[in-house]
């Protein structure tokens, strides 16, 4: 494997379900990203993991939760959504954080909270 | 206010011509990096080209380069030649140094773009 990859490609979940959404990154990077991609929305940061540290949280709920284990592995947990978390959910990854150190993103999960 | 502000919501362009996607950006930072991706209808996000804040050069790479100009705060994508795999949509993208929010990658609102046979 090589890139970013996503797991699933497609989710749907209801309202009280928990779920959780994988990226795995075999880059070698260090810095790892949640973006959220609604319809009619520009692309939204929700989190930055920068050598397994989260460095920001973009006023996400709770409802989100990510995990990083290590730097080639991101998680997003998620528990309690609303229909209005449906999106598509883009993992990526960079060198490190840095201006300079062009983002690479993974295929996606489209998710629809029923 | 938008720090990134792309125009164009769709562009048309004729097969094998040429086109120029506009993105202006905002920011107070001197050191900080601007990015084009693109997005078929896959979903996927791929990366196009850089220009650093610093690089008197303008960034080429293959048909796509960008026409950077620092004094407008305009970082403009232009696609030589376009084929009809180009249809996709645009993003231009914006990260600031560190000290003011180095972590965040700002997004466009993107530009669709298709092309016509």
């Known amino acids: 494997e090589t890139g970013v990859t996503q797991t699933p490609r497609h989710l749907v979940m209801g309202m009280t379900n928990k779920k959780s959404l994988k990226c795995e990154q075999h880059?070698?990077?260090?810095?790892m990203y949640w973006y959220k991609q609604s319809a009619k929305k520009p692309l939204e940061l929700m989190f930055v993991?920068?050598?397994?540290?989260?460095?920001e949280n973009n006023s996400v709920p709770s409802r989100f939760s990510p995990e990083c284990p290590n730097s080639s592995h991101l998680f997003l947990h998620l528990h309690t959504l609303q229909p209005e978390d449906s999106a598509l959910y883009l993992c990526?990854?960079?060198?490190?954080?840095?201006?300079?150190?062009?983002?690479?993103f993974g295929p996606g999960t489209r998710l629809t909270v029923l | 206010a938008q720090k990134i502000t792309q125009t164009q919501p769709g562009m048309f362009v004729q097969e094998k011509e040429a086109v120029t996607l506009d993105c202006t950006y905002d920011?107070?930072?001197?050191?900080?990096?601007l990015f084009w991706y693109k997005q078929p209808s896959s979903g996927e996000m791929i990366f196009l080209i850089y220009?650093?804040?610093?690089?008197?050069q303008n960034a080429t790479e293959g048909r796509y380069s960008l026409n950077f100009q620092k004094a407008r705060k305009s970082a403009n994508l232009v696609i030589s030649a376009s084929q009809l795999g180009d249809s996709a949509m645009y993003f231009c993208?914006?990260?600031?140094?560190?000290?003011?929010?180095?972590?965040?990658?700002?997004f466009g609102a993107g530009t669709r773009l298709f092309v016509k046979a």
């Open positions: 220009q650093g804040s610093y690089d008197e």
């Open positions: 993991y920068n050598f397994k540290e989260q460095t």
């Open positions: 990526a990854s960079s060198q490190t954080v840095v201006p300079y150190n062009e983002q690479f």
């Open positions: 993208a914006m990260r600031e140094g560190v000290n003011t929010g180095g972590f965040k990658t700002i």
């Open positions: 920011t107070s930072d001197q050191s900080y990096g």
């Open positions: 880059l070698g990077h260090n810095a």
